[in-house]
Protein backbone atom coordinates (compact mmCIF):
# COMPACT_ATOMS: atom_id res chain seq x y z
CA UNK A 1 0.00 0.00 0.00
CA UNK A 2 1.49 3.25 -1.02
CA UNK A 3 1.74 5.87 1.81
CA UNK A 4 -0.46 9.07 1.05
CA UNK A 5 0.65 12.40 1.29
CA UNK A 6 -0.68 13.06 4.34
CA UNK A 7 0.27 10.09 6.00
CA UNK A 8 3.92 11.38 5.30
CA UNK A 9 2.73 14.51 6.80
CA UNK A 10 1.94 12.95 9.82
CA UNK A 11 5.31 11.01 9.76
CA UNK A 12 7.83 13.73 9.29
CA UNK A 13 5.45 14.98 12.56
CA UNK A 14 6.37 13.04 14.96
CA UNK A 15 9.83 11.98 13.74
CA UNK A 16 11.01 15.24 15.14
CA UNK A 17 9.23 13.84 18.82
CA UNK A 18 12.48 13.50 21.32
CA UNK A 19 12.58 10.26 23.00
CA UNK A 20 11.13 11.05 26.46
CA UNK A 21 8.39 13.50 25.44
CA UNK A 22 5.07 12.95 23.75
CA UNK A 23 2.34 14.49 21.45
CA UNK A 24 -1.15 14.43 21.40
CA UNK A 25 -3.31 13.62 18.36
CA UNK A 26 -4.90 16.82 18.74
CA UNK A 27 -2.05 18.92 18.41
CA UNK A 28 -0.48 17.04 15.41
CA UNK A 29 -4.18 17.61 14.01
CA UNK A 30 -3.86 21.34 14.77
CA UNK A 31 0.18 21.58 13.32
CA UNK A 32 -1.44 19.84 10.43
CA UNK A 33 -4.69 21.67 9.69
CA UNK A 34 -6.40 17.91 10.36
CA UNK A 35 -8.54 16.00 12.41
CA UNK A 36 -7.59 13.89 15.40
CA UNK A 37 -9.20 10.74 13.96
CA UNK A 38 -7.31 11.08 10.55
CA UNK A 39 -4.32 11.43 12.60
CA UNK A 40 -5.25 8.29 14.45
CA UNK A 41 -5.59 6.61 11.21
CA UNK A 42 -2.57 7.55 9.65
CA UNK A 43 -0.22 6.26 12.88
CA UNK A 44 -2.42 2.98 12.84
CA UNK A 45 -0.96 2.50 9.13
CA UNK A 46 2.13 3.45 9.93
CA UNK A 47 5.23 1.02 7.96
CA UNK A 48 7.73 1.81 9.45
CA UNK A 49 7.01 1.90 14.06
CA UNK A 50 8.83 2.29 16.11
CA UNK A 51 11.67 3.95 13.26
CA UNK A 52 8.91 6.37 12.56
CA UNK A 53 7.97 6.99 16.50
CA UNK A 54 3.74 6.74 16.76
CA UNK A 55 4.16 5.26 20.35
CA UNK A 56 4.89 8.91 21.13
CA UNK A 57 1.54 10.25 20.21
CA UNK A 58 -1.37 10.16 23.28
CA UNK A 59 -4.66 11.64 23.61
CA UNK A 60 -5.12 15.08 24.90
CA UNK A 61 -5.94 14.37 28.45
CA UNK A 62 -2.48 12.08 28.64
CA UNK A 63 -4.27 8.55 28.31
CA UNK A 64 -1.88 6.40 26.57
CA UNK A 65 -3.67 5.05 23.43
CA UNK A 66 -3.75 2.42 21.28
CA UNK A 67 -0.87 0.95 19.33
CA UNK A 68 -0.72 -0.66 15.86
CA UNK A 69 -4.64 -1.09 16.10
CA UNK A 70 -4.87 -2.42 19.78
CA UNK A 71 -5.97 -0.30 22.50
CA UNK A 72 -4.81 0.96 25.31
CA UNK A 73 -1.16 -1.39 24.34
CA UNK A 74 0.61 -2.40 26.71
CA UNK A 75 3.47 -2.24 24.13
CA UNK A 76 3.03 1.19 23.70
CA UNK A 77 3.04 1.21 27.71
CA UNK A 78 6.14 -0.14 28.00
CA UNK A 79 7.91 1.58 25.44
CA UNK A 80 7.19 5.00 26.35
CA UNK A 81 8.22 3.85 30.14
CA UNK A 82 11.80 2.67 28.41
CA UNK A 83 12.35 6.29 26.27
CA UNK A 84 11.67 7.82 30.30
CA UNK A 85 8.76 9.10 29.73
CA UNK A 86 6.52 8.74 33.44
CA UNK A 87 2.90 7.25 33.53
CA UNK A 88 0.75 7.26 36.20
CA UNK A 89 -2.75 4.90 36.35
CA UNK A 90 -1.96 4.89 32.58
CA UNK A 91 -1.65 8.70 32.02
CA UNK A 92 1.64 10.35 30.92
CA UNK A 93 2.98 12.48 33.38
CA UNK A 94 2.15 16.10 32.20
CA UNK A 95 6.12 17.25 32.01
CA UNK A 96 6.74 15.12 29.33
CA UNK A 97 3.75 16.07 27.18
CA UNK A 98 5.21 18.93 24.26
CA UNK A 99 1.72 21.30 23.90
CA UNK A 100 1.31 24.50 21.54
Known amino acids: ?8 RVYDFISKVPKGKVVTYNGIARALESAPRAVGQALKRNPNAPVVPCHRVIHENGDIGGYSGVRDSDKK ?24
Open 1 to 8: MAITEFQK
Open 77 to 100: LKMLEDEGVVIINRKVDEKHIIRG
